[in-house]
């Protein structure tokens, strides 16, 4: 059974960063892409970023493009995302989670996701 499990989060000044990790056990990974997602409270889930396990490509939401960074340590099956330059509207709960294949912006399009962590930019 696939796990997931964020860590990372927590209360930062605007124009601080963090880097927040995914730790995956219990399946395989190499034919997988892992993305990080995020819910503002009253939005919906959104895209943050994505990158395959063995190809060196990501994808990421135009509005976390150049502040934001997705990468990961193959052997010790973690995925992170650095933020920074955090703005206020990057409050959120942070997801990670697992698709076959390749990276998808579609919310729908992942069948393992991970518990979540608070990230909470003030201004």
């Known amino acids: 059974q696939v796990q997931l499990v964020e860590s990372g989060g927590g209360l930062v000044e605007a124009g601080g960063s963090l880097r927040l990790s995914c730790a995956a056990s219990g399946g395989t990974f190499s034919n997988y892409a892992m993305g990080w997602f995020r819910q503002a409270p009253g939005k919906e889930r959104e895209f943050v970023a994505g990158i395959r396990w063995f190809v060196d490509s990501a994808l990421y939401a135009d509005s976390v493009k150049g502040r934001f960074t997705i990468s990961r340590d193959n052997a010790k099956n973690t995925v992170y995302l650095q933020m920074n330059s955090l703005k206020a509207e990057d409050t959120a709960v942070y997801y990670c989670?697992?698709?076959?294949?390749?990276?998808?912006?579609?919310?729908?399009?992942?069948?393992?996701w991970g518990q979540g962590t608070q990230v909470t930019v003030s201004s």
């Open positions: 989670a697992r698709r076959w294949a390749y990276v998808s912006r579609s919310v729908s399009e992942y069948d393992s």
